[in-house]
C-alpha cells in the first residue's frame, strides 16, 4: 500500500510559477513510477507529466512541455513538479499517482493523491 500526499497548491497570476509537491510513504520508493495528472471543471482527469523509478526518463503532455518539470528525491520519498510560465487553461486540481511503470494511462496507477488544487488568474 502507498500513500500519497500532495502539496503546494495555491493561487497564481499568469506567468507566475508554482511547484507542487507528492510524499510517498512507499517502502522503496524506486519502484514506482510516478505521474501528475490534472482535472478541470467538467473535463476528465488527463495526463501532465511522468517519471520513472530512477528519474532518468520523464514524459509530458504536450500542452504543458517546455513549461513544466517532472523531477524526483528518492531519498525523500517525493516527486515535485516544476510549473513555470503559468495560464488560466492550467487551473485544475493536480493529482500524483504511482504505478509500475511511467505512462499516460490513467489505469496504469494504482495508488492516487487526494489532489492540490492549482487556480491561475488572468
Known amino acids: 500500500q502507498v500513500q500519497l500526499v500532495e502539496s503546494g497548491g495555491g493561487l497564481v497570476q499568469a506567468g507566475g510559477s508554482l511547484r507542487l509537491s507528492c510524499a510517498a510513504s512507499?517502502?522503496?520508493?524506486?519502484?514506482?513510477?510516478m505521474g501528475w495528472f490534472r482535472q478541470a471543471p467538467g473535463k476528465e482527469r488527463e495526463f501532465v507529466a511522468d517519471?520513472?523509478?530512477?528519474?532518468?526518463?520523464?514524459d509530458y503532455a504536450d500542452s504543458v512541455k517546455g513549461r513544466f518539470t517532472i523531477s524526483r528525491d528518492n531519498a525523500k520519498n517525493t516527486v515535485y513538479l516544476q510549473m513555470n510560465s503559468l495560464k488560466p487553461e492550467d487551473t485544475a486540481v493536480y493529482y500524483c499517482?504511482?504505478?509500475?511503470?511511467?505512462?499516460?494511462?490513467?489505469?496504469?496507477?494504482?495508488?492516487w493523491g487526494q489532489g492540490t488544487q492549482v487556480t491561475v488568474s488572468s
Open positions: 512507499a517502502r522503496t520508493f524506486t519502484n514506482y513510477a
Open positions: 499517482a504511482a504505478g509500475s511503470w511511467a505512462a499516460r494511462l490513467r489505469k496504469n496507477y494504482n495508488y
Open positions: 517519471i520513472n523509478g530512477s528519474g532518468g526518463s520523464t
